[in-house]
């Protein structure tokens, strides 16, 4: 297995049904070229396998953590408390709060235990954050991520173009809004 083959990221969940949020990091970090293992770790339903999952992950190779969780959202906090790398928490929206509570667990860190957090369902900002902490040491992904930034600055001009061209009203109609 060449180095690039080796899962430089860890995206874990707490349940299953986190996943249709949390594969928009795996399909960002696929896009950069960037090898990732997805998997299902439950900070409440399997403490153990929390503790061996985040205790492991340097020795493991990981450079990255990118913990989803909903509603207590511990998830992402107590991998924070058992590793030395960099944990990006994706507050995963609920029913009952709309993602609020989500949010809320993961930001309010206790001082020592940093996670940095996106928004609810922000997964693909999640990935796009490893993106830049993995180009830190591999410039050719920092080449990568310019490339990406470029092509959302193209995207959105030819959509002000066409925009101030049709106006706003045509333009909705166009969009189907």
């Known amino acids: 297995m060449s180095e690039r083959e080796q899962p430089q990221v860890g995206i874990i969940m707490g349940s299953d049904s986190d996943l249709p949020v949390m594969k928009q990091a795996a ?8 090898s990732a293992e997805v998997t299902v ?6 403490p153990e ?5 985040a205790t492991q992950a340097r020795s493991r190779d990981f450079k990255v953590i990118i913990a989803g969780a909903g509603g207590a959202a511990h998830l992402p906090g107590m991998v924070a408390s058992m590793t030395e790398l960099p944990v990006i928490g994706v507050p995963i929206q609920t029913k009952t709060m709309k993602g609020i509570d989500s949010l809320l667990s993961i930001a309010q860190m206790p001082p020592g235990i ?8 922000g997964a693909k900002n999640a990935g796009l954050l490893a993106v830049r902490m993995l180009g830190l040491g591999d410039s050719a992904i920092l080449d990568s991520m ?3 930034q470029k092509s959302l ?3 959105i001009k ?4 066409k925009l101030e061209a049709v106006g706003y009203e045509d333009y909705l109609k166009e969009k189907g809004e």
């Open 158 to 161: 030819i959509k002000a173009e």
């Open 114 to 121: 940093p996670v940095a957090t996106m928004a609810v369902n």
């Open 49 to 53: 396998r929390l503790w061996e999952y």
């Open 41 to 46: 770790v439950s900070a409440h339903r399997t």
């Open 153 to 155: 600055e193209a995207e």
């Open 146 to 148: 310019h490339d990406y």
């Open 27 to 34: 399909e960002v970090l696929e896009s950069f070229g960037i």
